[in-house]
């Protein structure tokens, strides 16, 4: 049962573009998404976050979007730099009572091209 | 102000074993949570600990166990291991249960021959 969905393995996009990363999900319980990015070889880094009750948050090139209707969340990179390329995961937090639990789509990797 | 460190960073160990994998959380923290990410898959949820006390967990048999020290560090324990076991094994710290911005190590790399 995959609650959080990335349904693109990949993405390639040119610099100075605009790169969009879409994640579906299913439990309306979720309170808090976030985004990571991952490098090879190294843990996850926070990127940005937001609540469930916000429908947009930005934080310079980055900005996440949130359609609760859809259930669907979506990361903006305006513009893309080849520094960006990196495995990214969106996630969703179970809610505060859960542990804080995050559950994780299953990555999507962007490759910014020079 | 140090970052969230796991030791080691390669293990092997052999199907049935035990294995004992660390986590330093980061300055102030005092909430770490241990995710496995299996090749090609994002990372699941393990367990969390708060304060030295289990705070939730997903759905791993009790085999996966852990434990928080009084400064924050914490230890993911696996035994009888199995080849299925292979996988990154993930360390996150935060300053609270909530995770709302929770910060990763490099991961521990385990493989199960």
């Known amino acids: 049962d995959q609650q959080v969905k990335q349904n693109s393995p990949s993405l390639s996009v040119q610099e100075g573009r605009i790169s969009i990363l879409n994640c579906d999900y299913t439990?309306?319980?979720?309170?808090?998404f976030l985004w990571y990015k991952k490098y090879p070889a190294e843990g996850p880094t926070f990127l940005i976050s937001?609540?469930?009750?916000?429908d947009k948050n930005e934080d310079g090139r980055f900005t996440v979007f949130l359609n609760k209707s859809a259930k669907h969340l979506s990361l903006h990179i305006v513009p893309s730099q080849p520094g960006d390329s990196a495995v990214y995961f969106c996630?969703?937090?179970?809610?505060?009572?859960?542990?804080?639990?995050?559950?994780f789509g299953q990555g999507t990797e962007l490759s910014v091209k020079p | 102000e140090t970052g969230v460190t796991q030791s080691p960073t390669h293990l092997i160990k052999t199907r049935g074993q035990q294995v004992t994998l660390r986590c330093s959380s980061q300055s102030g923290h005092n909430t770490v949570s241990w995710y496995q990410q299996a090749l090609g898959q994002g990372p699941q949820f393990i367990f969390q600990?708060?304060?030295?006390?289990?705070?939730g967990r997903g759905n791993f048999p009790p085999r996966f166990s852990g434990l928080q020290f009084p400064n924050y560090s914490s230890e993911l324990n696996v035994n009888a291991l199995e080849l299925d076991d292979s996988a990154l094994y993930l360390c996150?710290?935060?300053?609270?249960?909530?995770?709302?911005?929770?910060?990763f190590g490099q991961g521990t790399r385990l493989t199960v021959v």
């Open positions: 937001i609540s469930s009750i916000k």
């Open positions: 600990y708060y304060r030295e006390e289990e705070n």
């Open positions: 439990n309306s319980m979720f309170d808090y």
């Open positions: 996630a969703a937090r179970a809610g505060y009572n859960q542990g804080g639990k995050l559950i």
């Open positions: 996150a710290s935060s300053f609270s249960r909530g995770n709302t911005e929770a910060f």
